[in-house]
């Protein structure tokens, strides 16, 4: 896949476009493209943009959705949250969110207490994340969830393998996984062109049976896997326990019962 490149269209923050662009390994460009995807650092955010119709895709920690989620999101009783097990749970669990994408869901866990390492192995990802770390860190409302929050650019596949190596007090309990599938809800689709864009650069996670054996070998407490409600579970190991929600549900694979311990 072509890589994407970055377009810095803030003259004040030509030094930070450059440190993305060798940070991510993305190309960094002299003029704005007339067509394709590319990344955009204006004067108050890294965006995905094309030349298509739909917006600007960004990652966003303060303002928005996050904003209402971090002040009326419902704390333990949300769904991701009673997946992880952060319901009665005397202590947060460690988690890695080995599919990181937009970071919708870690930062509801950060936001809970949960030190939270985030997983992308996509440039484009990675960046547009990198950027609303750092925009969320300077921000007084949101600094110190921030600081619970950890970037890592790499594939996840070979990062859990490392940590399974490790004894388990260094490796993760939880392993959250949210692989990105190809959308073939047509109404679904339409009605998320801004995202549709964005797997359109970022890919599909063909891959996912690997990524959830790793996710298994790594995890001391469990692996969580969230799937659309009707979708097919990934292949290859049975979940230990199914969440069902209105729209999503959550397909829990406890480590215990998957790989006793003797």
């Known amino acids: 896949m072509t890589a994407t490149p970055l377009y810095c269209a803030e003259p004040a923050r030509r030094d930070h ?3 993305l662009a060798a940070r991510f390994a993305l190309p960094l460009l002299t003029q704005r493209p007339t067509d394709g995807y590319w990344l955009e650092l204006g004067p108050e955010r890294l965006e995905l ?5 739909h917006g600007a895709v960004y990652a966003e920690f303060v303002e ?3 904003k209402h989620r971090r002040e009326q999101g419902g ?3 949300q769904p991701v949250a009673k997946a992880i097990g952060l319901k009665g749970a005397k202590e947060l669990p460690r988690v890695v969110d080995a599919t990181a ?4 869901d870690s930062f509801v866990l950060a936001t809970l207490g949960c030190q939270v390492t985030l997983l992308e192995r996509s440039p484009v990802a990675a960046a547009l994340l990198f950027d609303a770390l750092e925009r969320a860190r300077w921000h007084p ?3 110190d969830i921030a600081a619970r929050m950890t970037l890592v650019h ?3 596949r070979s990062w859990l393998a490392a940590q399974a190596e490790l004894p388990a007090a260094q490796r993760p309990e939880v392993v959250f996984v949210d692989p990105m599938f190809p959308d073939t809800d047509k109404k679904s689709a339409a009605a998320k062109k801004g995202m549709q ?3 359109q650069v970022i890919g599909d996670d063909l891959d996912s049976s690997e990524l959830l054996a790793a996710a298994i070998a790594a995890a001391t407490v469990r692996v969580v896997v969230k799937r659309p409600q009707r979708g097919a579970a990934i292949a290859g190991v049975k979940p230990s326990v199914v969440l069902d929600g209105k729209s999503t549900r959550f397909d829990l694979y406890v480590i215990k019962a998957l790989r006793p311990q003797g």
């Open 197 to 199: 864009a964005f797997q």
């Open 101 to 104: 994408g937009l970071g919708g």
């Open 141 to 143: 409302d949101t600094m």
């Open 49 to 53: 943009l094309t030349s298509g119709k």
């Open 17 to 19: 476009a450059q440190q």
């Open 75 to 77: 704390g333990r009783g």
């Open 64 to 66: 928005g959705a996050a």
């Open 154 to 156: 790499a594939d996840a």
